[in-house]
């Protein structure tokens, strides 16, 4: 499933950090939803075809669905987040997480990409850390 609105995740405090890419043209990215880069260095929705890496978190909604590359910038966050994922257990934590879209997470890799790893797994849920 794709994201249709902002997600609000829960994070560890403490200082996390933050990186600005430019938004590829086309393209809207939701606040809080995985991102990736392409191979040029812009900014996608982690599912999107050209993305190469994924790398973190957008820190809020941008909008470039009319402009072209580098219109709007993305800050994108790295840091520990509850993710929804389903069957995960204490036996998974270290283990790798895949996105199949910018709201979506799996321990399968298949050819989907790598957004981190399991973190923790407490009361609260799922803790993510990303790579």
Same mark, same amino acid.
């Given at each position: 499933?794709?994201?249709?609105?902002?997600?609000?995740?829960?994070?560890?405090?403490? +200082?996390?950090? #933050?990186y600005?890419? +430019? $938004? *590829?043209?086309g393209?809207?990215?939701?606040?809080?939803?995985?991102?990736?880069?392409?191979?040029?260095?812009?900014?996608?929705?982690?599912?999107?075809a050209?993305? $190469?890496? *994924?790398?973190?978190?957008?820190?809020?909604?941008?909008?470039?669905t @009319?402009?072209? @590359?580098?219109?709007?910038? $993305?800050?994108?966050?790295?840091?520990?987040?509850?993710?929804? *994922? #389903?069957g995960? @257990?204490?036996?998974?934590?270290?283990?790798a997480?895949?996105?199949?879209?910018?709201?979506?997470?799996?321990?399968? #890799?298949?050819?989907l *990409?790598?957004?981190?790893?399991?973190?923790?797994?407490?009361?609260?849920?799922?803790?993510?850390? @990303?790579?």
């Open positions: 499933m794709t994201a249709t609105n902002d997600i609000r995740a829960k994070k560890k405090p403490g +200082p996390g950090r #933050a600005g890419y +430019p $938004v *590829l043209a393209v809207l990215i939701y606040g809080g939803a995985a991102v990736g880069i392409t191979a040029n260095k812009e900014a996608v929705p982690a599912a999107h050209s993305a $190469v890496k *994924l790398i973190g978190f957008a820190e809020e909604r941008i909008d470039n @009319t402009g072209a @590359t580098g219109d709007q910038y $993305v800050k994108i966050e790295k840091d520990v987040r509850i993710i929804p *994922l #389903a995960a @257990t204490v036996a998974n934590i270290g283990a997480v895949y996105a199949s879209a910018d709201d979506t997470f799996t321990l399968t #890799a298949g050819a *990409l790598q957004i981190g790893t399991i973190d923790a797994i407490d009361a609260d849920g799922v803790w993510l850390k @990303t790579t």
